[in-house]
């Protein structure tokens, strides 16, 4: 009968054993059923943010075009600017050493005393050769108290 009795508290051990078992099966089911939804809420969590990239991304390369053609647009108006300074400026020497050659003149007729500065003068405009001479010389801005006399 003792055996009978150590083999009741064996089989009831076997029981408990495989309850035991089948009690860490269903939590390691249910863990296992739990860090699956958790991976599958990061991998969502994961394409979000990479859509969100993305979209930010594309938002950034518009807006990036959209500067390079404003500096392009800008850049071409400050060559075009410069091109007239450019042009401004020549015109601006031309017409100063005309003046200044127009300023000598006077000063040569104003400052003579005599028939041979007004001589001169008259020859110099009546020579065809003289007035090539002239025509290409340019005009300057002269000073307020240039024909003070």
Same mark, same amino acid.
């Given at each position: 009968m003792g055996s009978s009795s150590g083999n009741s508290s064996g089989s009831s051990q076997i029981l408990n054993s495989g309850s035991?078992?089948? $009690?860490?099966?269903?939590?390691?089911?249910?863990?296992?059923? =739990?860090? %699956?939804?958790?991976?599958? %809420?990061?991998?969502?969590?994961?394409?979000?943010? $990479?859509?969100?990239?993305?979209?930010? =991304?594309?938002?950034?390369?518009?807006?990036?075009?959209?500067?390079?053609?404003?500096?392009?647009?800008?850049?071409?108006?400050?060559?075009?600017?410069?091109?007239?300074?450019?042009?401004?400026?020549? %015109?601006?020497?031309?017409?100063?050493? %005309? $003046?200044q050659s127009l300023n000598e003149i006077i000063a040569t007729a104003a400052g003579g005393g005599g028939a041979t500065t007004n001589n001169w003068a008259e020859e110099s405009f009546m020579n065809p050769w003289n007035l090539m001479y002239f025509s290409q010389q340019p005009i300057v801005a002269s000073s307020p108290g240039a024909f003070n006399y």
């Open positions: 035991e078992e089948d $009690l860490m099966d269903q939590r390691k089911r249910k863990r296992m059923q =739990s860090n %699956r939804e958790s991976a599958k %809420r990061s991998r969502m969590r994961k394409q979000k943010h $990479l859509d969100e990239l993305t979209a930010q =991304s594309a938002q950034i390369q518009k807006e990036n075009s959209q500067l390079l053609t404003s500096i392009n647009i800008t850049t071409q108006n400050y060559m075009n600017i410069e091109a007239e300074n450019s042009v401004i400026r020549a %015109r601006i020497t031309e017409l100063s050493q %005309r $003046l």
